[in-house]
């Protein structure tokens, strides 16, 4: 009987125990990191980032589409190596010294906004050593390729600009501080609704026109024709601006802009090419 006894004891003792057993601890439950925002990061170390001015500045409507297309070899080769000497991020946050950008406080350098793959923006740097060019565009291919062309041609008055080129023009330029203005081909936005988001508009060429030295000129190269009837019509009403032409229409293609390879197809396809060229008064 003392031994049943004790047994049965030991049983309680032990179905007690099980009972009163602390519970393990339960594992903490972490959140998944969030995702990576790709777009945001620089697809080339050391070279241009997708967003430059990030939330610097207020949004509005854009007159491009951030574009970063597919990148050979060679064209981010020349991104990783060449960037952090002749490019630049247009993020809004410091004026430029424009002369000590291209090496030397006397050269007359001119803006160029969009500039494709770089081909005519190259040929314009060769033929005039003596002008800077500052080739704006958000084009990743187009970049490397007009760095690799600056670099294979020699062409150090060529300077590569990654961005907004509206931000570049109010925050990051001096008043009076170019020689000139080159807008070849901007995206005509043909439907109706995207009238609005044309660059060449009465506010930008306002714009413009405090960033010009008086007698810089002001080109534009369209082969939209309802296009560039509304660029005539802009620059024509705004009083910064004389036309070059006597007759205050379109001028013919100067020698200086090179046709392109783009230009030519559309020419072969029937279409017009208008050039209009404007000087900036002293007004």
């Known amino acids: 009987m003392p031994e049943n006894h004790t047994a049965e004891n030991h049983t309680a ?3 007690t125990a099980e009972h009163h057993t602390a519970p393990e601890p339960r594992a903490e439950r972490t959140l998944p990191p969030p995702p990576r925002d790709r777009r ?12 430059p ?15 970063r297309g597919r990148v050979t070899p060679g ?16 993020d809004g946050l410091s004026r430029i010294d424009l002369g000590e950008l291209f090496g030397g406080p006397d050269l007359p350098v001119v803006l160029e906004i969009g500039f494709g793959m770089g081909e005519a923006t190259a040929q314009m740097a060769a033929a005039d050593p003596g002008t800077g060019i500052l ?9 490397g390729n007009l760095l690799a062309l600056a670099e294979r041609k020699d062409l150090s008055n060529i300077r590569v600009a990654n961005g907004d080129a509206i931000i570049l023009l109010r925050e990051m330029l001096e008043p009076a501080s170019l020689a ?10 043909p439907k109706k609704r995207h009238h609005k988001r044309r660059l060449i508009q009465p506010e930008f060429i306002a714009l413009a026109a405090t960033r010009l030295r008086p007698g810089a000129l002001l080109h534009c190269a369209t082969d939209w024709e309802p296009y560039a009837e509304q660029m005539l019509e802009v620059l024509t009403a705004d009083p910064h601006f004389e036309n070059t032409q006597p007759d205050g229409g379109y001028s013919p293609r100067p020698a200086f802009r090179p046709l392109t390879k783009f230009e030519g197809q559309g020419l072969e396809k029937g279409h017009v090419v208008h050039d209009l060229i404007f000087r900036r008064n002293d007004t």
């Open 13 to 15: 003792e032990n179905h």
């Open 40 to 51: 945001a990061e620089p697809m080339f170390p050391g070279g241009p980032v997708a967003d």
């Open 53 to 67: 001015a990030g939330s610097h500045h207020e949004r509005r409507i854009r007159s491009f589409r951030p574009r």
């Open 75 to 90: 064209q981010g080769e020349a991104l990783r190596r060449l960037w952090g000497q002749w490019g630049l991020d247009i």
């Open 135 to 143: 080739a704006a565009d958000v084009h990743t291919p187009g970049q």
């Open 180 to 189: 000139g203005l080159r807008v070849y081909f901007p995206d005509p936005w």
